[in-house]
């Protein structure tokens, strides 16, 4: 079991590395936000488990969940001193597993983890498939008609989304908040301009998005 840790206290970070390292977790300590941001831009399909604080100096624990959540269902523990009802609801919103308020059993947090991962590793089917186009979406991978393709993280997460959705009509509004997030403030054309780039990049499976004039974008088999 890999971990990814994101905490800026760093005796809660010493406490925790050291007890999930004696139960044989391989665990990775990040201690502000703009590192765990540039982290998880980098991807996180090498861990098993995020571990996330919320007042973290930088960026806050609720921006590096939004960003996690734009390309990976990994699961995400939110471990903070913020014990408030909306912000315990924001955190589930933004697609956390569990929020634990500190202080918490190290015992109780190591065996949810075990939970999370256990039960991740039962999801088997992790391929979204739509005519030519496969999306693996725990390696994080697309395939057309067998062969890989490289896809920017923007361009993933729209597939996945339409993927997710095929053969419904998605407007631009929708597809900034789920891949730009509720937080985005620009144009809507920035669409256009990644799924301009994302056609291009699936070849001739590009031609399965289809623009509906005056209302947005739909992915069919064909």
């Not at 992790?126 to 991978?141: E, H, V």
Request: hydrophobic share 40%.
């Amino acid at each position: 079991m890999k971990i990814l840790l994101i905490e800026d206290d760093q005796q809660i970070c010493k406490v925790i590395q050291k007890y999930f390292s004696d139960q044989g977790a391989d665990i990775t300590a990040v201690t502000d936000g703009i590192s765990a941001m540039e982290c998880v831009s980098d991807g996180v399909g090498e861990y098993s488990v995020v571990l996330l604080d919320i007042m973290l100096p930088g960026a806050d624990g609720f921006s590096v969940c939004r960003s996690i959540r734009r390309n990976s269902n990994i699961p995400v523990i939110f471990i903070t001193a913020k014990g408030r009802e909306e912000d315990i609801l924001h955190g589930y919103a933004l697609g956390c597993d569990d929020y634990i308020v500190k202080p918490f059993l190290l015992s109780a947090l190591y065996a949810k983890c075990c939970a999370l991962v256990k039960r991740t590793e039962q999801q088997t089917d992790t391929l979204l498939t739509c005519g030519a186009i496969t999306l693996d979406t725990k390696k994080l991978t697309c395939c057309v008609s067998g062969q890989e393709v490289e896809l920017t993280p923007k361009g993933f997460a729209i597939l996945y989304y339409m993927m997710e959705h095929k053969g419904w009509i998605i407007d631009r509004d929708t597809l900034l908040s789920k891949v730009w997030g509720d937080d985005y403030f620009g144009i809507d054309r920035v669409v256009d301009n990644h799924m301009k780039r994302l056609r291009k990049a699936l070849g001739s499976a590009g031609s399965q998005i289809h623009t509906v004039f005056g209302r947005g974008y739909k992915l069919t088999d064909n």
